[in-house]
């Protein structure tokens, strides 16, 4: 039997005054880009104030968006960069950059064939609110996208030898004259040290679990639950303005409709669970919403119930086809019953209607035409027991903004020139996607732009 893989992370005292590169977060954009850099022949460093390495990329459960891949092609799924940038830009209001939009999706490929290459495989396909083909990449296992996709990428770390470095905290980028040139940092016994470095790198995501951020930008936010980690407090975009980088887009917080709430925890219950097949029910065991709209769109429906909350319901099949069920029923989310009157009965939910919807909802499946609410995709008959429910409502989820870049990842000041030596990827960037983000966007955004990010550094330094 296969030991588990455990990643240990560098010691204090190996950390040098200088590296080509200083990537600031231990997610998966820290994580891509620093490989791509290494491979490219540059030193770089991996810095993460946590103890815990991964940052929200472990949170992530569904997939990777891409188009035109190699894995689309064996399921039978013929699609376009075209499209995938049409219900990308649909799914964002139109609000999307559209520089960044049309390297991100016309990237996603190269990016899946990157892993590929690195002996992470994402062979397997589902599909999330506002596609309308299967482009969301997963691992055959089916296991959640995130845990999966940074073990792997800490085993390609560990085998090139890429230092990472956990409890230290960037507290200052170091500019000489208009460029970046290194992070001032705090050290685990409170020391303070610069970190000379050709250029930085951005890798520090978003600000969802800032209360304080998030009711400056959005006060109708004050007081809703987040399913971010601990970290994700917005320090890289402190650590910008302070370089007079500019932001944008910092109201467009999106909410995750589906997050289950009645524990301590806020556990979010992954869109590939409607994408497999599941619905939602109101209070009076009914339908309301389309179940794979944007998450815009349905959390406003989920927020519109008397109840502010609604229920997922599904069966065995969509169970297997999801097996982060499994999970969430190890922890406690999940009401299971051998029949759909039987499970009413537990969530006390009318069993008639309940019943009703759910024979409703396999004709639509069976005609392929859902007349209710024109659902187009996930359309999964809920035949098989047991079935099950987990009760969820909206919590903030991701921040679509941040740090303006360039499709070269350069951060743009206020005026819209280049910073120079500095660099930004993933959530801590604002622009790609609008006001709302597609779900299985932001895995491949950290994939795309890591990798734009490593590249991008090494081209710099060809400059020199």
């Given amino acids: 039997m296969a030991t588990a893989f455990h990643f240990e992370p560098s010691a204090e005292a190996t950390l040098a005054a200088q590296y080509d590169v200083v990537i600031i977060g231990s997610g998966s954009t820290g994580l891509v880009s620093a490989l791509q850099a290494h491979e490219l022949g540059l030193h770089p460093v991996i810095l993460e104030k946590m103890t815990k390495i991964g940052g929200n990329t472990t949170r992530a459960s569904s997939g990777m968006n891409a ?31 559209p520089a960044l939009l049309a390297y991100f999706t016309s990237h996603g490929a190269l990016a899946i064939d990157w892993l590929a290459a690195h002996a992470i495989q994402l062979d397997d396909l589902t599909i999330t609110g506002g596609m309308r083909v299967p482009r969301t990449h997963r691992p055959s296992s089916l296991a959640p996208i995130g845990g999966f996709l940074v073990t792997q990428l800490l085993k390609a770390v ?21 460029r970046v040139t290194g992070a001032q940092v705090r050290l685990t016994d409170g020391q303070t040290r610069l970190i000379r470095a050709r250029s930085v790198i951005l890798a520090t995501g978003g600000f969802g679990a800032n209360p304080e951020l998030i009711t400056r930008y959005r006060p109708d936010l004050a007081g809703y639950r987040t399913t971010n980690q601990p970290g994700a407090t ?52 009914k339908r309301f919403v389309n ?31 999801v097996p982060a069920i499994n999970f969430y029923d190890h922890v406690g989310l999940v009401t299971t019953a051998a029949s759909v009157p039987a499970l009413a009965a537990q969530l006390d939910l009318d069993a008639a209607n309940l019943t009703a919807t759910v024979t409703t909802w396999n004709q639509a499946v069976a005609a392929e ?12 008959a809920l035949t098989t027991g047991p079935f099950g429910a987990i ?74």
């Fill in 67 to 97: 188009a035109e891949t190699l894995v689309q092609l064996k399921h039978h799924v013929v699609d376009s960069y075209t499209d995938f940038y049409r219900e990308t830009l649909a799914g964002g209001g139109g609000q999307n950059d």
């Fill in 234 to 285: 917005g320090d890289g975009l402190q650590l910008a303005e302070r370089a007079g980088a500019q932001l944008v887009d910092m109201d467009q917080i999106q909410v995750h409709p589906t997050v289950q709430q009645e524990t301590d925890h806020a556990y979010l219950i992954g869109e590939a669970v409607r994408g497999e097949g599941a619905i939602l029910v109101d209070q009076t065991g």
């Fill in 291 to 321: 179940e794979l709209d944007t998450r815009k769109n349905v959390t406003a429906a989920i927020d519109g119930l008397p109840t502010r909350h609604a229920t997922l319901i599904f069966d065995q099949a969509v169970r297997t086809r």
């Fill in 369 to 380: 035409n859902d007349g209710a609410f024109n659902r187009q995709t996930g359309l999964h």
């Fill in 391 to 464: 009760r969820i409502a909206p919590a903030v989820h991701y921040t679509m903004g941040g740090v303006k870049i360039n499709a070269e990842t350069q951060v743009l000041d206020t005026s819209g020139h280049v910073i120079p030596g500095l660099y930004a990827a993933g959530e801590v960037v604002g622009g790609l996607h609008g006001n709302n983000r597609i779900g299985g966007n932001s895995i491949a955004e950290t994939v795309v732009f890591g990798r734009q990010a490593g590249q991008q550094v090494f081209r710099d330094r060809q400059t020199d």
């Fill in 158 to 178: 560990a085998a090139a030898k890429i230092p990472l470095f956990t409890g230290v905290t960037v507290t200052d980028l170091h500019r000489h004259d208009a």
